[in-house]
Nanobody
Framework: QVQLVESGGGLVQVGGSLRLSCAAS????????MGWFRQAPGKERNFVAG????????DYADSVKGRFTISRDNAKNTVYLQMNSLKPEDTAVYYC??????WGRGSTYNYWGQGTQVTVSS
């Protein structure tokens, strides 16, 4: 069993930055690929970014490419999402999740965190 806890969300102005963290306990993350997802009010949850277990491979949704960066520190059992040039449409609850099948949007994600709210104000 893996427990995931996201943090780092908050209120930020358009063009600002936030760094989300996803800390794991219960099991090491080193054998898992990881993903970040987000869900805006009234909308389905969507893939944002993914990273392989070693950190050597990443994938991003087109809407965040060039603005968001996913990374991981396996020694700290933590995955990050650096978000720059934030837009109002980035407002959502952000979730991290583990996967044993890959790091892309089509992979199967099994353990999920509780989410952290990101609000971008204009």
């Amino acid at each position: 069993q893996v427990q995931l806890v996201e943090s780092g969300g908050g209120l930020v102005q358009v063009g600002g930055s936030l760094r989300l963290s996803c800390a794991a306990s219960g099991r090491t993350l080193i054998t898992y690929s990881m993903g970040w997802f987000r869900q805006a009010p009234g909308k389905e949850r969507n893939f944002v970014a993914g990273i392989s277990s070693s950190g050597g491979n990443t994938d991003y949704a087109d809407s965040v490419k060039g603005r968001f960066t996913i990374s991981r520190d396996n020694a700290k059992n933590t995955v990050y999402l650096q978000m720059n040039s934030l837009k109002p449409e980035d407002t959502a609850v952000y979730y991290c999740a583990t996967s044993r099948t890959g790091w892309g949007r089509g992979s199967t994600y099994n353990y999920w965190g509780q989410g952290t709210q990101v609000t971008v104000s204009s």
